[in-house]
C-alpha cells in the first residue's frame, strides 16, 4: 500500500509541477514571443538549468569526479564539432577508460 | 467513447503530427534515450530487489517518469521513511521540470496540447527541444525527444525489473559518464556569448557548491537562480 501510495502520490505531484511550469509559460502569453524571448531571464533560463543539472552529473553530492568532469569536458569539446550524438559516445567511452584505468 | 479519451487523442495526435522528425531530432533522442534507458533498468532492478513487483516498478516510471525522484522515493521508502515523507523527497527533486517546463515557453500552442504533453517534460527532452531556433523547431524536437525517451525510459525499467539480477555489476557506474555527457553536450551549442558563458559557469559553481549540502533537486533550483544577476547586469547596460 505504502508503494502504490508513492507512486500514485509522486505521479499527481509530478505532472502538477510540469503543467504548473508549462502554464506560467503561457501566462506570460504572446508578449514573451517574438524578440522579447531573447531578453532577460528566460532566454538565459535554458543555459543556467542545463549547466546545472550538468554539474549535478560531474560533481555528485558536491564532489567533482574526475572521470566524469573529463566525460562531460570531451562532450563539450566534440558537441560543436561533431554533432550530440557522437559528442556523447566520446564523452562516455572517455569517462569510462578513466574510470576503469 | 468517452469524450475525454477522444480529446485526449486528438491532443496526442495533434503534438505527434506536428512534423516529420528530422534526423538530428532522432539522433537526439536515441542518444538521451539509450542513457535514460539503461540508467531506468537500474533503477528497475533496485525496485525489485527492494520488494516492489515488477508491475509497481514500471507503473512508477510510466505514471511518474522522473529517475531522480523514482529513486530518491525508493531509497526514502527503503530507508524507513513515512510514505509522505517519501513523496516529498520525491516531489522535491522533481521542482526542476517546473522550471524546464516554463523555459519551453512557447512549445505548447493550446491548453490540450499542455495538458496532453506536460508529461514529456524531462531535463533531456527539454534540453534538447532549447537547443533549437524556433518554436516550431522545439515543439517538434520536444515531441520527438520526449515520446522516444518515455518509451525508452519505460522499456528499460521493465527489462530490468524482469531482469535484474542478470545486470552486469556496476552497471551504474559505467553510465555516469554519459550522463555527465549528454548535458554538456545539450548546454555548449547555447552558449553563443560571453553572457551565457558567464550563466552557464556560475550556474555550475553554485549548484556545485549546493549539491554538498542541500537536498536533491535544490541545487538545480539554486543554479538556476544564477540568471538573476545576468539579467540585472543586462538591464543596468541598456539604462
Partial sequence: MAIWFLIGGLAVTTYLVRLGGVALAARRGAKASGESRADGMVALLPVALLAAVAATQVAPQGDVRPPLLCAALAAAVAAPRLGFLPAILTGGTVGALITWW | ?239
Avoid at chain 2, 32 to 53: D, K, P
Fill in chain 2, 1 to 239: 467513447m468517452p469524450a475525454g479519451y477522444a480529446t485526449a487523442r486528438a491532443a496526442v495526435g495533434r503534438l505527434a503530427a506536428v512534423k516529420t522528425p528530422g534526423s538530428s531530432d532522432i539522433r537526439l533522442a536515441v542518444g538521451a534515450s539509450t542513457g535514460a534507458a539503461v540508467y531506468s533498468a537500474v533503477f528497475g532492478a533496485l525496485a525489485v530487489q527492494s520488494g516492489w513487483s515488477v508491475w509497481q516498478a514500471v507503473a512508477a516510471s510510466a505514471l511518474v517518469h522522473a529517475g531522480g525522484s523514482q529513486l530518491a522515493g525508493l531509497a526514502a521508502l527503503g530507508g524507513g521513511a513515512s510514505p509522505v515523507a517519501a513523496l516529498a523527497v520525491g516531489t522535491l527533486v522533481n521542482l526542476r521540470l517546473g522550471v524546464f517546463g516554463f523555459a519551453l515557453g512557447d512549445v505548447f500552442g493550446s491548453w490540450r496540447d499542455r495538458f496532453a504533453a506536460s508529461h514529456l517534460v524531462s531535463d533531456e527532452s527539454a534540453g534538447a527541444a532549447l537547443t533549437r531556433a524556433t518554436a516550431a523547431e522545439r515543439r517538434r524536437t520536444f515531441v520527438t525527444v520526449g515520446l522516444i525517451l518515455f518509451t525508452g525510459w519505460t522499456a528499460g525499467t521493465l527489462a530490468g525489473a524482469a531482469f535484474g539480477t542478470a545486470l552486469p555489476a556496476g552497471a551504474r557506474g559505467s553510465l555516469d559518464p554519459a550522463a555527465a555527457a549528454v548535458f554538456a553536450a545539450l548546454v555548449v551549442p547555447l552558449v553563443r556569448g560571453v553572457r551565457e558563458a558567464a550563466t552557464a559557469v556560475a550556474a555550475a559553481g553554485v549548484t556545485v557548491v549546493a549539491a554538498a549540502w542541500a537536498p536533491p533537486g535544490v541545487p538545480v533550483l539554486l543554479g538556476a537562480l544564477a540568471v538573476v544577476p545576468a539579467a540585472l547586469v543586462r538591464k543596468r547596460v541598456k539604462v
